[in-house]
């Protein structure tokens, strides 16, 4: 059974760091890509960033030299770093993963506020 589960959101000032994680069971995690995907207040699901087996990391424009996607193949766990964050920025984060099926965890929130 595919098992995700985040951890690490709060509430940070803009311009501020935040750091995800994600740990992750049931799958063959390190031949598998991962993803982060969110949703803000009243909008749909918004992909952030993915991870794939070999190290190839790709990024939303809206996040492109700000977060920063990485894995840990020993650990089964994936992180998102994020830096300089804005208010834009506040939404649920969700680890997501799909194979024939989709699958998400129960989500970390994010707040950017002063």
């Known amino acids: 059974e595919v098992h995700l589960m985040e951890s690490g959101g709060d509430l940070v000032q803009p311009g501020g760091s935040l750091r995800l994680s994600c740990a992750a069971s049931?799958?063959?995690?390190?031949?598998?890509?991962l993803s982060w995907v969110r949703q803000a207040p009243g909008q749909g699901l918004e992909w952030v960033a993915s991870?794939?087996?070999?190290?190839?990391?790709m990024y939303a424009d809206s996040v492109k030299g700000r977060f920063t996607i990485s894995r840990d193949n020993a650990k089964n766990t994936v992180s998102l770093q994020m830096n300089t964050l804005k208010p834009e920025d506040t939404a649920i984060y969700y680890c997501?993963?799909?194979?024939?099926?989709?699958?998400r965890g129960q989500g970390t929130q994010v707040t950017v506020s002063s």
């Open positions: 997501y993963y799909k194979h024939h099926a989709e699958y």
């Open positions: 049931g799958f063959n995690f390190r031949k598998s890509w």
């Open positions: 991870s794939g087996a070999y190290g190839r990391r």
